[in-house]
């Protein structure tokens, strides 16, 4: 009865929160978060770089009991090792060289709410024992101090790597691993489910065409045969991109197959090993304008999208994204009112 009431609930559905798709395999996670959600129990996302898993993680958040609460995440891949226990633990005045002040961690300033630990494969072992006796005593210890605080969080975890196979080297313990995959979660990759590509595109043309640069109004039958035929190795994160550059492309309103990346059109479609494949810029696409002209488009698109990717992955917490990124405050304004960027509803 409960399978069918969830079936239900997102049966027709196109959109679950952030996520974007009608597939079944996207359909049968909605059902798996919907119930996953409701249950205060740590959950483990899997699936390949590009698929989405924060959006999951985020949408777990506001549908939890604590949603009301913070929702804290972190790259553990992106801190270097010796910072990375300070973001999380905090540290009192004194602790190490530089520490002139007491700092709540991510772990304290999260009470209540929801901490998101992405790219947990790379998580450096010294760090996992102390993140599995936070996860056992519900207790943390700042650096520098003698004193265990308690906290009460619900830890949503997220990897492209595979966790056992990481066990096996020894990489990662087993015994942290089984605490955090409590439920595991699968974000399916894009080949996986074709059917929403070009809903998928859509989406994003909608969201990055702008007054000034509107975003194409059609696709050729044969432009939209190569997007179906093709391997996405980056997942949705390469078909963000793609539409980001389709729209600075766009001469009439028309995606051609000639439009296209070559990695599109040569070979079988399947990514290959060529640089566009690996998410390296088309260069060929500014050959024609003059050097300047191609300079500030191109600097003008990836500023764009930066500022985009920034707000999306800090929930529009405009003053986390200037932090995190070192982009002034006044800037990031100034981009969103010149986009006529909203925060998704």
């Not at 045969?225 to 949705?236: A, F, Q, S, T």
């Not at 060529?274 to 050959?287: H, I």
Request: with cysteine; net charge positive.
């Amino acid at each position: 009865r409960e399978n069918q009431f969830l079936e239900s609930q997102v049966a027709g559905l196109t959109q679950y929160g952030e996520l974007i798709g009608r597939s079944e395999p996207m359909h049968q996670l909605y059902q798996e978060l919907e119930r996953a959600a409701g249950i205060d129990a740590s959950v483990l996302l899997t699936g390949e770089s590009g698929t989405g898993k924060e959006l999951a993680a985020r949408i777990l958040h506001r549908k939890s009991p604590r949603a009301k609460k913070h929702f804290a995440a972190i790259n553990c891949a992106a801190i270097p090792d010796n910072l990375l226990e300070s973001e999380l633990f905090g540290n009192e005045a004194g602790a190490f060289t530089g520490a002139t002040e007491t700092r709540l961690g991510l772990l304290e300033n999260a009470e209540g709410g929801t901490v998101f630990l992405d790219e947990i494969g790379e998580m450096p072992g010294s760090l996992q024992v102390k993140l599995l006796r936070v996860i056992e005593d519900r207790k943390v210890r700042r650096l520098g101090s003698n004193k265990e605080r308690v906290v009460n969080v619900r830890f949503i975890s997220a990897t492209n790597r595979d966790l056992a196979a990481l066990i096996g080297q020894r990489s990662f313990r087993e015994d942290l691993y089984y605490r955090l995959n409590v439920i595991m979660l699968r974000v399916p990759p894009l080949r996986e489910r074709k059917e929403d590509i070009l809903l998928l595109l859509q989406h994003f043309f909608k969201m990055y065409g702008t007054r000034a640069r509107p975003a194409p109004r059609e696709i050729t039958p044969e432009a939209r045969d190569r997007l179906l035929r093709y391997h996405w190795p980056g997942n949705v994160r390469e078909l963000a991109n793609l539409a980001q550059f389709l729209i600075f492309a766009d001469r009439d309103g028309v995606v051609r197959e000639e439009a296209l990346p070559r990695h599109f059109i040569q070979g079988d479609g399947q990514g290959g090993g060529t640089k566009e494949a690996r998410g390296e810029p088309d260069w060929a696409a500014y050959y024609d304008f003059p050097f300047t002209a191609a300079k500030k488009r191109l600097f003008e698109t990836f500023e764009d999208a930066y500022v985009r990717h920034s707000l999306l992955k800090h929930d529009w917490n405009i003053s986390a994204a200037a932090e995190a990124s070192g982009i002034d405050r006044r800037t990031i304004h100034r981009i969103v009112n010149k986009l006529g960027l909203k925060r998704p509803g």
